[in-house]
């Protein structure tokens, strides 16, 4: 069975077309990017964690798949769209010809990328959802110069850079993020993102790394 490759994931139409459709029905209720940015993004960032960490090349391939895929189910609906993302992966990679150990891995990671009160159940898991997480961007709001902007879309709008730090010596996986305090204070940040910041600490532990989040260079967590 040939071994399929993020190439073949990223070039499949299907996969195209149902991420185009979930970011226009985002677009449509206002909500931020969800289209291939995002995935492109997501799916850089959990390759190169698992590639700092010392991962086989494989396993970095398959992250890569896998956050590439985890929000495709947002084309369906929004509320399990964990759910709905890993079922719709579920076909599109036994269509290309995946091995089905490997289409479980990726389901698994796709289907609990928004789990949060278990540790992530594999590297791959992790990987995503520390891919998907740290994506904090001013570029996803859609309507910046909006008078009602909720205080979700004022974070993004906020936040100018969101690096991840994976130091494999130090056991340490730090999120930084440059974030205009004119836009949001940082009471704000929290109160809107210490669900997405615990899931990050998850991750990281799953690793056996330590989190630490600095926000304009000052460590917070
Ligand atoms: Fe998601
Ligand atoms: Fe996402």
């Not at 990223?10 to 459709?21: C, I, R």
């Not at 391939?61 to 084309?75: F, Q, T």
């Amino acid at each position: 069975m040939a071994e399929i490759t993020f190439n073949d994931v990223m070039n499949d139409a299907d996969v195209k077309m149902l991420l185009d459709t979930a970011d226009k029905n985002f677009a449509a209720i206002g909500y931020k990017e969800h289209g291939l940015r995002h995935a492109k993004l997501s799916s850089a960032i959990a390759g190169n964690v698992l590639s700092y960490l010392g991962y086989p090349k494989r396993d970095i391939e398959l992250a890569k798949i896998a956050a590439y895929l985890h929000d495709i189910g947002n084309a369906i609906e929004r509320h399990k769209h964990a759910l709905s993302g890993a079922i719709l992966s579920k076909r599109i990679l036994e269509r290309l010809g995946m091995r089905y150990s490997e289409i479980l891995i990726i389901l698994s990671a796709v289907g609990s990328h928004e789990e949060k009160d278990i540790i992530p159940n594999s590297q791959i898991t992790a990987a995503v959802i520390l891919g998907d997480k740290i994506d904090v961007h001013f570029s996803r709001v859609r309507s910046p110069n909006g008078k009602m902007l909720d205080k979700h879309t004022r974070v993004n709008l906020s936040c100018k850079n969101s690096f991840l730090r994976v130091d494999a010596a130090s056991k340490t996986i730090s999120l930084e993020l440059t974030v205009d305090t004119n836009v949001i204070d940082i009471g704000e940040y929290f109160e809107i993102f210490l669900e997405r910041t615990m899931l990050l600490k998850k991750a990281a532990k799953y690793f056996d790394c330590m989190f630490i989040l600095y926000i304009n260079g000052n460590k917070f967590l």
